[in-house]
């Protein structure tokens, strides 16, 4: 979802970073980043500023690598720790019309120093019954973060992906939604494509 929207925006001759906050660094094999000394991981550490690389014209990419995904307990004494992305966003905010973060589905210290730093939050759905489950919790800590870290945060929206017409339970999932969520749900719903899920091992 990160790596679409970013394109598209780049399509319309927006200046787009996109940040990868997961440890799996799926963002940043998807665009074809390549390795580079200082990912994400050094920069919440405090070993370097934030080092985008340029993909194409409009469109750099702050990688991500699995080391992020020992950043936490590395951090857990800091003070401020909350606030790390947010600092090292703001130098370089004004360079961009959009910022993308993409963060793992945990609700662990990065996800929250992503919030922290965010306008707004897009919540992506899986059309499963597992991804229901996930979302309530993540509405919670969406609500502590409003309260206590950042009350400019706002919900975007909802956004319903991975659906596949023929599955019962993926309608079921999206009437659910729905009803329960209204305005919040965003009209578009991204269809389950089999052969985008190929094109990565092209």
């Known amino acids: 979802s990160a790596v679409n929207l970013g394109a598209a925006l780049v399509e319309l001759d927006k200046r787009v970073l996109?940040?990868?906050?997961?440890?799996?660094?799926?963002?940043?094999?998807?665009?074809g980043a390549p390795r580079v000394k200082y990912s994400i991981y050094e920069s919440l550490k405090g070993e370097s500023e934030l080092c985008p690389v340029n993909i194409k014209p409009n469109f750099d990419v702050v990688t991500?690598?699995?080391?992020l995904s020992s950043v936490e307990m590395e951090l857990?004494?800091?003070a401020g720790r909350e606030f790390i992305l947010r600092e090292l966003i703001e130098p370089i905010v004004d360079n961009y019309d959009f910022i993308i973060i993409d963060c793992s589905p945990s609700l662990g210290l990065i996800t929250i120093n992503a919030l922290t730093?965010?306008?707004?939050?897009?919540?992506?759905?899986?059309?499963?019954?597992f991804a229901l489950e996930g979302l309530g919790k993540l509405l919670n800590t969406i609500k502590i973060v409003q309260g206590q870290l950042n009350k400019a945060l706002d919900v975007e929206g909802i956004l319903l992906t991975m659906y596949d017409t023929r599955l019962r339970l993926a309608n079921q999932v999206v009437d659910e939604v729905r009803t329960h969520f209204q305005d919040l749900v965003l009209h578009t719903i991204i269809h389950r494509n089999t052969r985008l899920g190929e094109a990565p091992s092209f």
């Open 18 to 31: 996109l940040m990868d906050l997961d440890p799996q660094a799926n963002l940043s094999l998807s665009v």
């Open 64 to 67: 991500s690598s699995i080391n």
């Open 76 to 78: 857990v004494n800091e």
């Open 117 to 129: 730093a965010s306008d707004s939050v897009i919540i992506p759905v899986q059309c499963e019954y």
